[in-house]
């Protein structure tokens, strides 16, 4: 019976309309600390605050869930930001010159996946000026603007330039009121014989508006000068002869002003009407003195009811001593606390009355934008503490090395996390709100509690609430103090009395660290590398650098005990083979206190030490499995004892013994491999001989494979060879109960799958577990039984691509529950009575197999079809926007190209395809984290996450409304087919991120292949696959073999279909 292989298929309406129902993707939110930022303004009225960033992105934030952002066109760094107080517009300086007008805008509502969506408000440009130079000069620096000055009336901008000269813009119009222009050459007419010396001015350095004479400003030159001028008068009131300048700020009462100055030092200048000149300051101070001093650039003085002013500055530190150090100063009568910052300030603000009814300003908070975080001081409360962030926290405090999504977490395990991390904040926080609060937030509470775990370099596992908008810091947990390592943090002060506040009182200058970014790891073989969390049992699976593999418990009281170790050879005494990486670190072997949270009880050390590159808990089962470069293997931590260790070195694969270090010889062999692959596919091309065909069938057989050959839409797959290096590898492990021996009786299991597509099946013998369900963990601690392994299948992929993921389905086509959930009726129950089919994810293409005989059922190659290569893969459950109770299982791909590819389950068809993250974007791709209800997360910067939906129902975006006096009240919603433009320019298409406009409406579908409609699984229990993000030397050879792909998918022929399946069974 002739098969026909390339049979169009025509287009199905209900199948699309239900496609549109159930897809749609948008990018929806940008989690995490702005990258790169440049700038920071704070609307007192509004109670909003702006960051800019050299990437050219503009981003809001008010209360927690109230935030929105705006792009340039051109990527182009922001250098300053000013509010139009109350009236929701801002003012942008950029690095090319231009000044750029934005407002919040609306948008109507709109359609997206069969869904109303409500409508938009955006923060849009509507209007730019840049400073004419002199005629027949493109670029001149004498009009290059140095400071803005928004005046109190919102009318006038003040413009100070380079060369000296101040402008004034109308407002909103941004048109240039040139009769009002100050140049330097009318200012230096007043100024006293001795002064001038035939020398500028210099630039503007600061302008500083009168706070109680509207229209009246100080001007501050770079030389020292200080100049009141009367806007509306045009005329100098009084000059002021310092120093060279950096800064100036009024007192509130207008008799005084501050100046700081590049010496390290400030000057009080008194304000007296008819006093033309003054070349005294009342006092000048320069407190870290009397040796150089770095220059004081910004300097703050706010009063205060109990008579003492606030005197806050940045800089100014000893040259000699501290010249390296970030720091800001606060200073109030006889308290002096100097903040010392792990990276360097951008800018400050402090909120405070700005009521012009009131005598003083009573700071409440201080404000500090630094380069890799944002600081928030209390200045209420005695000693000055921080402020925790409910949002903008420094993703990568320490660098992000992997994720991972919990969803729909149990309230219990919720409060103890959220109690654990209050007791970690102790006294170190203050317990007053957030002063950032403009904007209410409108969204509904969240319908279930969202975890987002990452992976630390430094050791740490930090869970955050991604429930909503804003994502906030619960907790952290440390695994530096299971081991012996440099800085101890058994050391480390825990009470009220070692504060090092209140132990460093003697010491000048008074620093006092500040902030949580530390980017230095105490041993870099600390690195997270996989997390693996059982919510139900409150066990937590951390796997590291140096080959360690802790599982921890949740406790809510402190406990000081030792940790259990246990070391598994996964070399197995195989001979021939030496480890020349990193040595294992040493495990502490007394007792050590573990504060309240998850506290270890199970450290497993794998020899040889290299990096864990899977882990699978499942702690009905109490067992956890795990996986290295050399092998894997399988320990019961219950018994504390390894059940199975297996090796997966090939005879050639002594690159996996060097270990990570050498990864320059790893790229070098790479690079030689893809040019021997090259004349190897040259050199068979020339030896193909075409023979005659002697009979009909084979002139038939001939004329297909010609036909064939020319099928555009499937490219010639290159086998690699067995002795390709790091083929050991372990990709990926999965436990599941299902049949392995027999049809008729299922079990435990255990599957891993290799670098070289190698696939291992385990039946596991777990006492009280069977095929009755019987008993669980009672009955199995009670009898003396261990837990055995016997390896039931062996599975080769034919082209030996790295397995991606492996999961077991049951008799509906369905993912099987998580451990718990059937036995504790979470979720419905799998079906045992129909036969199971494992679903193998490979680097080329997707593959479902029967069980227990493991034979070919469907397949899709990716590779094939769509010249790309598989990196995550992850079962999903799409819910429909028209029928509530209608919800289809679908497998979502992502690719080495960035895009992302949905089929159906098991029947993997094409559903829809979206481009999602730029080819280039290898960190990106390598550290995407799917959610279970089809939304995701990957890195767009060190410290940002980039969350996106392809659910047409399931979406988090903010929804939130502001009060402005220019409008009436806005809802500020995130249109679904508005994708909020990128500030770090991720998007493939850069004119439509600067518009806010996505690359397609998310309803429009792509549908590579049409197909009849599938059925619709009414469970919503599903799997992540792979939950981890790291970057491997698989994620960079798509770049190193770009040459030999292309040749060989140009020039090879399709594979024929009576090719082996590639299976080999044991």
Known sequence: MMKFRFRRQGTDTQREKIKQELFAFSKTVEHGFPHQPSALAYDPELQL????????????????????????ND????????????????????????????????????????????????????????????????????????????????????????????????????????????????????????????????????????????????????????????????????LFLGKQLESLVWECSGNLFVSSHSDGGYSVWAVASGDGNNHQPVSSTIPYGPFPCKAINKILWRTTETGSPVLLYSGGMPRASYGDRHCLTIQQDKDHITLDFTSRVIDFF????????????????????????LVVIDLQTPGWPSMPTPYLAPLHSSAITCSCHI??????????????????????????????????NLAPPPKQHELLLTGHEDGTVRFWDASGIALTPLYKLSTANVFHTDCDPC????????????????????????????????????????????????????????????????????????????????????????????????????????????????????IPPASVTAVALHAEWNLMAFGTSHGFGLFDYHRRSAVLARCTLHPNDSLAMEGPLSRVKSLKKSLRQSFRRIRKSRVSGKKRTITAPTSKVQEANAALAEHEEMAPIQRRIEPRSADDSLSGVVRCLCFADTFLRDGTHHGPTLWAGTNSGSVYAYALEVPGIGSTRGSERGIAGESGACVEAVLGKEIQLMHRAPVVSICVLDGRAKPLPDPYEASQDLSIAPDMS????????????????????????????????????????????????????????????????????????????????????????????????????????????????????????????????????????????????????????????????????????????SSPISDTPLDSPLSCGDITLESTGELTVEDVRDFLTTVDEEENNLKNIQEEEGHPAGILIN
């Open 834 to 1005: 129909n036969p199971h089919s494992v679903l193998i994810a490979s680097e080329e293409q997707l593959k479902v197999f029967s069980l227990p005989k493991v034979s070919a059922k469907t397949k899709f190659k990716l590779t094939a079809h769509e010249g790309c290569r598989v990196r995550k893969v992850a079962l999903v459950v799409f819910g429909s926007t028209a029928q509530e109770d209608y919800c289809e299982h679908t497998l979502v791909c992502l690719t080495n190209m960035g895009d992302m590819h949905l089929f159906s389950v098991p029947g993997l068809r094409p559903q829809v395809r979206y481009d999602c993250i730029r080819k280039e974007d290898i960190s990106g791709i390598a550290s995407c984290v799917f959610t279970r209800n089809g939304q995701g997360f990957y890195l767009i910067s060190p410290s940002e996450y980039e969350r996106f939906s392809l659910s047409a129902k399931v979406f988090t975006e903010p929804l939130c409304s502001v009060a402005l006096e220019r409008l009436s009240q806005l809802t500020l919603a995130s249109d679904g087919t508005t994708v909020p433009p990128q500030a770090n320019g991720t998007h493939k298409n850069q004119t439509e991120q600067a518009e806010g406009r996505a690359e397609e409406p998310p309803s429009s579908v």
């Open 75 to 238: 990527t182009t760094a922001v250098i300053q930001i000013h509010f139009l107080p109350g009236q929701g517009r801002l003012l942008s300086l950029l690095d090319d010159n231009s000044i750029h007008l934005w407002e919040l805008t609306a948008t109507s509502p709109r359609q997206v996946g069969g869904a109303k969506r409500e409508g938009a408000v955006i923060l849009q440009e509507v209007g730019s000026y840049s400073l004419p130079g002199r005629p027949g000069i493109d670029s001149c620096s004498t009009t290059r603007v140095t400071v803005l000055l928004l005046l109190k009336s919102c009318d006038l901008l003040c413009i100070g330039t380079e060369g000296g000269g101040v402008y004034f813009l109308d407002l909103p119009s941004l048109s240039l009121k040139a009769s009002q222009t100050l140049p330097q050459d009318q200012v230096t007419q007043s100024l006293p014989e001795d002064y001038r010396c035939g020398k500028s001015l210099g630039p503007v350095e600061s302008l500083q508006e009168h706070p109680r004479q509207a229209g009246k400003i100080l001007i501050g030159y770079s030389r020292g000068l200080v100049v009141l001028w009367d806007v509306s008068g045009r005329q100098i009131e009084q």
């Open 407 to 440: 969803t729909s977490v149990p309230p219990k395990l919720w409060e103890r996390l959220v109690n654990a991390g209050k007791a970690q904040q102790g006294h170190q926080h203050t317990p007053r709100s957030w002063p950032i609060c403009g904007g209410k």
């Open 491 to 606: 050391d480390e002060p825990q009470g009220p009395g070692d504060d090092p506040d209140m132990q460093q009182e003697e010491e000048w200058p008074p620093f006092r660290k500040v902030g949580c970014f530390d980017p230095y790891s105490d041993d870099p073989r600390l690195g997270i590398q996989k997390i693996s969390l059982c919510k139900y049992s409150n066990k937590l699976l951390v796997a590291g650098t140096a080959g360690q593999v802790i599982v921890l418990g949740l406790s809510d009281e402190c406990s000081d005990h030792t940790v259990d170790v246990s070391v598994v050879d996964l070399l197995q005494d195989r001979e021939g083979f030496t480890w020349k990486g990193h040595d294992r670190l040493e495990p502490r072997l007394k007792p050590a206190p573990f504060p309240p949270g998850f506290q270890p009880q199970v450290l497993v050390q794998c």
């Open 49 to 72: 605050m702006a960051i800019g960033t050299k990437a050219g992105a503009v981003k809001v934030y008010g209360a927690p869930g109230v935030e929105f952002t705006g792009l340039h």
């Open 350 to 373: 402090t909120v405070h009355n700005v009521e012009r009814e009131k005598e003083f300003d009573d700071p409440s908070a201080l404000v500090v934008l630094l380069e890799e975080e």
